[in-house]
C-alpha cells in the first residue's frame, strides 16, 4: 500500500492544482456570459459563460464553476469533483428547471393562485471539432409536449474572433432578460420563445460584441412570402459600464416591420444597473404606420453572496400617436441562491393602465423555485 501512496497524492495535488486555476480564472476580469444583471454586477462581457455566443442555455465550464463557487450563499463541498457538464470530451448536458406557486389578481375579477412547472429545458452539446465546429440544441421538454427551441451548428475562428451559426437560434437584440414577458419583449417580439431559423455572423474581440443575422422571421413558423428579416446588434463592454445598439428590420410579410433598441449598464457599488428602451415602427397593420415603444430600468443590489434584490420599472406605449394610453409596471424580486444549483425567487408586480381596460390592472405574488446544472 505505501508504494502507491506517492501517486495518490501526486494526483491529489495534481486535480487541486487544476481546481485552484478553474477557480482564479473565476475571479479574474474575462468575458463572460451571464443573466444580464450578473454580468453588470461584475463588469463582465458576455460571451464565455454560455456555449450560444449570444447567451442563454447551457453554460459551459467557466459558466458551471461560476455558478458554484460565486454565486451561492454557501457552497456544500464535494471534494474535488465539480460539475462541468462535460459526459465526454466531446459531450456536454445541462438544464433548467423552473416552477412557482403564483397568485394572481385582476382588477374586478377573482383571484386566481396556483401550482404551475413554468419551464423545463435540456441542453446538449457535441463539439465535434473542440472549441471549432460544434452542434448544440436546445429543447424545451415541459409544460406540454417537447418543443425545440435551438438547433444549430456554430464554426468558430482559431482565434475564437468570430463564428458563423446556422439553424435555429435566438436572435439578438437588447438584453437577453430572465423575464419574458417584459414589456421590451412583447414590444419586440424577441425573446427566447420565439426563435428563428437562418444564419449568423458574429465577431467578438476585446471590448466589442457583434452580431448580424439574416432569419426567415417567423419565429420558427412558415413561411409564406420571400421577404427576410434582418438582425443587427453592436455592444461595446467596459469593467463598470456598457452601451449597446440594436436594429431589426422585418419584410417576411411583404410590408417592413423595423425596431431600433438603445440599452446600456452601468455598476455603482454594489448595485447593477440595466436600461433599455425600444421603438417599433410597425407597417404590417391594416390601418397603415404604427408606432410603438417600450422602456425599461432595473436596479439589482448584491446585498451579500447569494442575496439579490432585483427593482424594475417598466414603461409600454402601444401606440405613440394616441395619448394616455401607456401601461406601467413595477417588480420587487428577491433572489436567494442558498446553494449552488438551486435558487429561490420570491416577488411581487404591480401592473397599471387605461382606466377603462380591467385586464391592465392586476397585482402578482409568486415563488418560484429554479434549479439548474
Not at 437588447?174 to 444564419?199: C, E, H, K, N
Not at 407597417?283 to 453572496?305: C, N
Request: hydrophobic share 40%.
Amino acid at each position: 500500500m505505501s508504494s502507491h501512496r506517492p501517486l495518490l497524492r501526486f494526483a491529489r495535488l495534481t486535480t487541486a492544482l487544476r481546481l485552484a486555476l478553474l477557480f482564479g480564472l473565476v475571479s479574474a476580469p474575462l468575458a463572460v456570459r451571464a443573466e444580464p444583471y450578473l454580468a453588470v454586477q461584475n463588469g463582465f462581457k458576455c460571451s464565455q459563460c454560455h456555449v450560444n455566443p449570444t447567451g442563454g442555455g447551457l453554460r459551459n465550464t467557466f459558466g458551471d464553476v461560476f455558478s458554484q463557487t460565486l454565486m451561492p450563499m454557501q457552497h456544500i463541498d464535494t471534494g474535488t469533483d465539480v460539475w462541468t457538464g462535460n459526459i465526454t470530451k466531446f459531450l456536454a448536458v445541462g438544464g433548467n428547471v423552473r416552477a412557482d406557486y403564483s397568485i394572481d389578481q385582476v382588477r374586478n375579477q377573482p383571484s386566481v393562485s396556483e401550482f404551475s412547472l413554468v419551464q423545463a429545458r435540456v441542453y446538449l452539446d457535441a463539439s465535434v471539432i473542440p472549441d471549432r465546429l460544434l452542434v448544440y440544441v436546445d429543447e424545451q421538454v415541459g409544460p406540454g409536449g417537447a418543443i425545440n427551441r435551438e438547433a444549430y451548428g456554430v464554426y468558430w475562428s482559431a482565434n475564437h474572433d468570430w463564428y458563423v451559426k446556422g439553424g435555429q437560434m435566438y436572435l439578438p437584440f437588447g438584453f437577453r432578460l430572465q423575464d419574458q414577458g417584459a414589456f421590451v419583449q412583447q414590444v419586440s417580439g424577441i425573446d427566447m420563445t420565439t426563435p428563428d431559423q437562418g444564419v449568423e455572423v458574429g465577431y467578438l474581440h476585446g471590448r466589442w460584441d457583434a452580431q448580424l443575422d439574416l432569419t426567415n422571421g417567423t419565429a420558427g413558423g412558415p413561411v409564406t412570402h420571400s421577404g427576410k428579416q434582418f438582425s443587427g446588434q453592436l455592444q461595446y463592454v467596459e469593467q463598470r459600464w456598457r452601451l449597446g445598439l440594436a436594429l431589426n428590420e422585418n419584410n417576411s410579410a411583404g410590408e417592413p416591420r423595423r425596431m431600433v433598441g438603445l440599452f446600456g449598464g452601468l455598476k455603482t457599488g454594489p448595485v447593477g444597473w440595466l436600461a433599455e428602451a425600444d421603438l417599433v415602427d410597425d407597417q404590417t397593420l391594416p390601418y397603415g404606420q404604427h408606432k410603438s415603444a417600450a422602456g425599461l430600468l432595473e436596479a439589482d443590489w448584491l446585498i451579500m453572496r447569494g442575496n439579490n434584490l432585483k427593482i424594475t420599472a417598466e414603461e409600454f406605449k402601444p401606440d405613440t400617436s394616441v395619448q394616455h394610453n401607456e401601461q406601467s409596471r413595477w417588480s420587487i424580486v428577491y433572489e436567494l441562491t442558498p446553494i449552488q444549483f438551486v435558487q429561490i425567487r420570491t416577488g411581487f408586480r404591480y401592473t397599471d393602465g387605461i382606466p377603462q381596460a380591467d385586464s391592465q390592472h392586476g397585482k402578482l405574488f409568486f415563488v418560484e423555485l429554479h434549479a439548474f446544472f
